[in-house]
């Protein structure tokens, strides 16, 4: 019965997902080319349609025109699990225990030897490739911007996944994962945006990343529950639109001077998946004849983004132009695919309080980003970057894999009179450097799954093999994590 349910939930959830609208790299990286260029740091001046994520204030100052575009990251990165010692396996000895009897201790292990992944290295080395198009546009009003930009991952509409931080991950991928940079979701992205300049010195700007939330549910009904590969379905679907808003402002007191401000909502893709279960013959305990139900609910919340505020000042003086900015990210509001927190998934008892030490914390992230136009119509940028990690040291039951990163970027821009217009060409390089990190595992903070007081089923006998520690945690008793990460973009745009 309960694999029949669990594939059926599954198949729902994937279903329901194709109406996501998140992308993953690019708030690192940048939306546009030109945000690219300077690390994605346009925060006080801004060049590209980009401008609607990092200061939508900013979209007054872009140039009408519409544009496309390629942006890719490839990561160079690993997760080297440690040896493990031998003692830590959990035995096949035990089914014979009772710390496996049926409708008990649910999250029980398998025994490691039986596991259909064995544990084993993560090596984050997949290509993450989007196609955009931008149009921004004046609609004819002064000192006014409107701004739209999509971008599509070149492996097709959707490519997500979700893991477990902890010895859950032992029945799927058995490895320990990124969580913050090299292993994203690929799905569309849509931004619409809006800015005016009410007076010379002030622009304001707001913007818009377009989703939905989904709410899912499988009506099962199964005629012969020893039968594993037959049931009768019906689906349901609905979907209510969300999206994050982001609001900027740009001051400017002097010709030379600006001065950016940014608050961008948090966000992440809620799928919400009910499943009832009807057995044929299948009743309440009990006297009277009453159907026994079979309910499960599964909640989701996909690329997680924390919520922001930036401020940036920059300068420009005739053919240069700079910017620093610092950025504020909530990320003790973490949220994982699973829908759980950090510190939630760190405890493991019944009726546990959350255990705050392995809490996200907010940071602080840093950018510098500058320009030269050093002939008519060419012009250099480049950036640096450093994003502190919001993760706890892992040296107790998850294992969220993350460190701080560093990133340093380039971009050129070649603008060509073409007709009435100018075509516009733009490339961008960014390299990423995340510091290997070595995480080491606290035994007395990791789930033992083989209780030292097992006993077997039959006569109650003591298990010597269930004394110390027996656990299917990939991460334990400890990984190596880091690398370095290439990504670029070219685009061409006609401006009118």
Known sequence: MRPVLSASVGFLFSISLLSASWAGPLRMTGHDTASMGQGSGELAWGHGAGVMYSNPALLVDVDQGLGIGFMFIQPFMNVQLMDRPNNADVPITFYDSDAGIAGSNLERPLPTAELR?????????ELTSYLSLSLVESLGLENFRFGLSVLVPTSGLMDIASQYPDEREQFFSNTVHMTRFGEWSKMISMFLGAAYRPVDWLSIGAAIEGGLNVNASLDMYIPEATVQDFALVNVAFDASPTARAMVGV???PLSWLSIGLVWRDRRYSEVDADAMLNLWNYHEPGDDTVPKRVKQRHMMALDFEPQEVSLAIGVKFDRIFAQAGVTWNHWADFIDT???????????????????????SDTFSLSLGAGYEYLDGLSLTGGVGWRPTPVPDQDGRTNYADADLVDVALGHRLDLKLGAGVLRIDVAMQVWFMGETTVNKDPSQIKDEFDDDARTLIGAQPMPEAA?????????????????ALAGSVSGAYLF
């Open 250 to 252: 740009a001051a400017r």
């Open 117 to 125: 992944v064995q544990r084993h290295d993560n090596d984050v080395s």
């Open 468 to 484: 110390g520690l027996q656990t299917n945690n990939p991460g334990f008793p400890g990984y190596t994590l880091g690398g370095w």
């Open 338 to 360: 699973h829908h759980k927190r950090a510190q939630e998934n760190a405890v493991w008892e019944e009726g546990a309080a959350p255990d705050d030490k392995y809490a996200f």
